[in-house]
């Protein structure tokens, strides 16, 4: 594709030649003839004078770079247009394959592309053009959206529904027991029976063997357009709100309500039965054990506000030197008390 | 079932209209007519007031609700109980699904049911009743004791032994190898074959996506009645007790030995070679380095006693206060000391 | 075999009857006869007295045992040697099961081994003695070189290359899709389509369930000999140096770059877009938001010099003690200046 098409395609300037054949997107390090690249984090901007690249994405009022330039208001959102249009179509050829099992009374929408050993139990609904990956484990009852793609070895237990265009990673569980149990006198766990259902809304994604487990009664909801990572788990009776984050292996416990466009960064941690409000922000290994109003950005464990926790933070390694000038203040004190005794 | 029946079932007393028709449990918030709900946790007891249940489960002392009442000593066991007693029956048909591949010298007990595509290795024994969801795979040499249930998509690996009546959800490996590993002069780590068992006792629950490595000698085990949420960790050679609760996201280091009836919260880690005593508590996001007395409670990284650990992180995030205090101490005994000298 | 033959094979200098016939390796209490056992940790030095082993592995200055000996100067590395020569050969036999699906431009290498209901994409190469377990699915265009071990249930994503003696546990994702997305004015998340590719170099060991993500651009890449624990994440375009040690549940951020001989203890978390120094150590739990240089041993949120933290640890818990001195300090400081000034 030229220079100018993707220009065109992507509303960008352009400044420098439209007839250049472009046939990937790369780093600023790895590109070479025929590459277009992209500066989108400042950080990186000295890199820019070395890069072998055909072109570059950049913003407006970026320093001109040594290549053609296609100037962008959101230099990332170009990148990322960028590679749609130049990306590969890797989209398996619609159809069932003939060592898929599936149940004759599952309904598979037009266009469907069921993968080698894929199992599609009684009842299931998938949309048009759902495309459920080699060894995909479909339960009994399920509802999967239209445009949906589940990647390979995901298990969606029974009675799940899953709502249009969501992506769903390799070996992520949707639908697994809630970890619900009734301690007697003794000290004996007995399990709650957890039937109830998982669902996940529109524009979902899941990352890669992230767990999101069923509940007893009620249901466990991810919202519209939330996105989440590798590893997280997500505990029966969770109500997750619309374009949220949550980043790998975050931990949400039972019953919580986390609201919309909250972000939850790596190893974060999240009690049970707790409200975090909407446009709550909470960085890395963040624990928040209490209800966390809308718009904080919270740090620490237990969580508190982020400006507070880095300045404690600052002073804790300091602590030694603090007990020691504490102690010499007493010295000196004891010293003037018992002077002024005398 | 009527409401008359499901009292006698539950062993509760019935305060209404025993004729009432029951189909389903469900939360005070969802529940509709034909519905049955609870109150157990004493937070939600402003809701019972506005349920639309035809009928309620709770505390012999909680106050009257707007519908017929199941009076329990045990409002949360009555409620576990019901969905025993209202619930699906999901078990799977008996018999071996002709896609699964199945060892010709496997042994598979009565009535036991193998999904579609499990694949049961050379010389397992499976007991009676035993549920293989699909997609499960059951190494060489497996025994698996009667009424356990296996989610799709679980590996147990060789030798492994497994109890019964134990539940395993989706995706979890059980016998991995461990992380073992000799590092020699030149820094370079070199594999330790391990090729010993990993023994999981009557009565265990296993989350999905939580991995139990198997260790180069010895075993380890995981004792009766044992409770692991999802993407728990736990490593080679670690003993964990009887009746314990490990919930999501814990890791526990190689060798460790976890008492009785002890619990650790979320992302709770504990190192390699101590010892947990008899029911320790850890709450959620605990690093524990060394062994703990059996009976504490702990909290914190490095874990310290819990009441010490909530009293010192009140006073964290004062730390700046505190230097602030301290100096302007410093400031007014420097005024007297001079004072004084003059 | 001979207790001689091993003592032989071993390097190990003899002490006993080396006609004793030994058939397995055992910890020092589990070992009866015919059991060899070892002392490498000093630890369970005084179990040695008891054992009922018929042969030890120990140091050349350890206390004699009752038992026969083998001599060493490096007790643990013998250990790992005597698991080699003694363990089993489960190497499951060469040759493609009839129930695997393998693309028809597939290449499988000489006494390659694909085991059931494993699928290989168009176009994988397999080299020569690899195994594939049960269940795995390999991607389109995937390499795997030479001696490599996929067990159960893995998932390697399309194009992902992988080195020669590569072992990778069971339930592991090499190449799931990076977690990148633009973020618009409404705070709606679009997806950055990640199509470049994950490389594991030679000698890499992957632990179970664990998961690494393939970048939009540039690639992810894990290096040479570098050891990786169960339910590990390493985010896109991460790049892991030669001969590091990532421990379980250990969670790397996007374009973070880890060097060689790397430790990262259990749950340690990496901010993105950083650097960690060859030889780093960080203990567990630590959450690392900065670069680190060379050769640094650290600890704690936000990560610090271990000795630092350490001593700062150790005063966090008498904080309410600081506290309490500070404001006895204050009372006697204001008795002494009202004093003066009457």
Known sequence: ?????IADRLGCRLEGDGTLVITRVATLDDAGPGDL???ANPKYASRVAT???SAIILAEDAEPAPCAMLRSPQPYRSFAQALSVLGRNERPAAGIHPSAIVAPDATIGVEASVGPLAVIGAGATLGNRVVVHPHVVIGPGVVIGDDSVLHARVSIRERSRIGARVVIQDGAVIGSDGYGFVTDGDGVHHKIPQQSVVVIEDDVEIGANTTIDRPAVGETRIGQGTKIDNLVQIAHGVKVGRHSLLVAQVGIAGSSIVGDHVVLAGQVG??????????VTATAQTGIPNSIE???????YPAIDNRDWLKASAIFRHLPELRRQLKSL???????ESRLKG
Chains 1, 2, 3 share one sequence.
Not at 330 to 336: G, H, P, Q, S, Y
């Open 1 to 5: 594709m030229t220079l100018a098409e």
């Open 294 to 300: 809308a718009g904080a950005l919270v740090s620490g």
């Open 37 to 39: 690249t992209f500066l």
């Open 270 to 279: 999240v009690a049970g039965h707790i409200t975090i409000g909407d446009r």
């Open 51 to 53: 890069t072998r690249a």
């Open 330 to 336: 007493e010295t000196r004190l004891e010293a003037l």
